[in-house]
């Protein structure tokens, strides 16, 4: 997708899922308790507390959210593109072997189980469309993390540079194509250590002045100079 589309689309995009998500939200807690209020949902009796107006009227709104939630599953497969969870942004091995396969089928899952919903609110199905939500979370909770983590477990931790590398590669290149430096050219440089008598009596003041670093004394050095200095401009 062009970069447009990340930038200024999918927010947009998020934005007004967002927003239908906590009308329809409100509108179902809504809904419900003015049913209660005019008697079309009743604690009792166990076998008929739904009136046929306010099935179908709640049925219709938990298919719309749940419709909802496969276009916002569909929108999270970008939304990879941008992910931080590892240790490059975007895609890694994981998203594209199991997290972005499980968006899809969640996607698809959703848009079935939304269906069931819209045909339980005009037909004696509520117990089927119940019954599609479970399998819906169910499928999430599986689908959408244990999956995944699994994935992580067993495919890419055993050998995770082999796995990660061409995602890192594509990390890379996109770093450098955003910097402008997708056409540096690389020149290898052969590093001599072997300096000679002559060259090493040339340099014999710069030897001199080298400063040679002990990590076990840098550290501490390093920590009290700062505590120093925190101390004076605190």
Same mark, same amino acid.
């Given at each position: 997708?062009?970069?447009?589309?990340?930038?200024?689309? +999918?927010?947009f995009?998020?934005?007004?899922?967002?927003?239908?998500?906590?009308?329809?939200?409100?509108?179902?807690?809504?809904?419900?308790?003015?049913? /209660?209020?005019?008697?079309?949902?009743?604690?009792?009796?166990?076998?008929?507390?739904? &009136?046929?107006?306010?099935? =179908?009227?709640?049925?219709?709104?938990? !298919?719309? #959210?749940?419709? *909802?939630?496969?276009? &916002? /599953? %569909? #929108?999270?497969? /970008?939304?990879?593109?941008?992910?931080?969870?590892?240790?490059?942004?975007? +895609?890694? $091995?994981k998203?594209?072997? =199991?997290?972005?396969? !499980?968006?899809?089928?969640?996607? %698809?899952? &959703?848009?079935?189980?939304?269906?069931?919903?819209?045909?339980?609110?005009?037909?004696?199905?509520?117990?089927?469309?119940?019954?599609?939500l479970?399998?819906?979370? !169910?499928?999430?909770?599986?689908?959408?993390?244990? $999956?995944?983590?699994?994935?992580? &477990?067993?495919?890419?931790? @055993?050998?995770?540079?082999?796995?990660?590398?061409?995602?890192?590669?594509?990390n890379?290149?996109?770093t450098?194509?955003? $910097?402008?430096?997708?056409?540096?050219?690389?020149?290898? $440089?052969?590093?001599?250590?072997?300096?000679? @008598?002559?060259? *090493?009596?040339?340099?014999? !003041?710069?030897?001199?002045?080298?400063?040679?670093?002990?990590? =076990?004394?840098v550290?501490?050095? #390093?920590?009290?100079?700062?505590?120093?200095? /925190?101390?004076?401009? =605190?």
């Amino acid at each position: 997708m062009d970069v447009g589309f990340y930038v200024f689309t +999918l927010p947009f995009i998020r934005f007004v899922l967002g927003f239908l998500f906590a009308a329809v939200t409100l509108s179902f807690v809504a809904a419900l308790v003015v049913h /209660y209020i005019y008697g079309g949902v009743r604690l009792q009796p166990a076998d008929d507390r739904f &009136s046929r107006a306010a099935q =179908a009227h709640l049925m219709v709104l938990v !298919g719309v #959210f749940v419709l *909802l939630k496969a276009v &916002s /599953y %569909w #929108f999270d497969r /970008y939304e990879l593109t941008l992910s931080t969870d590892d240790f490059v942004t975007g +895609l890694t $091995y994981k998203d594209v072997k =199991a997290v972005l396969p !499980g968006l899809t089928i969640l996607t %698809w899952i &959703s848009l079935i189980c939304a269906l069931l919903f819209f045909i339980a609110a005009f037909r004696s199905a509520g117990t089927l469309a119940i019954t599609s939500l479970v399998l819906l979370v !169910g499928s999430a909770l599986l689908v959408g993390s244990i $999956y995944p983590q699994f994935v992580q &477990s067993v495919q890419v931790r @055993p050998n995770e540079l082999v796995s990660e590398a061409p995602y890192i590669q594509r990390n890379i290149d996109a770093t450098r194509a955003s $910097y402008g430096l997708s056409d540096v050219e690389v020149t290898p $440089y052969a590093a001599a250590d072997d300096a000679t @008598p002559e060259a *090493l009596a040339a340099s014999e !003041g710069t030897i001199r002045n080298v400063r040679l670093l002990d990590p =076990a004394i840098v550290s501490p050095t #390093f920590k009290a100079l700062h505590n120093r200095n /925190y101390r004076r401009y =605190a």
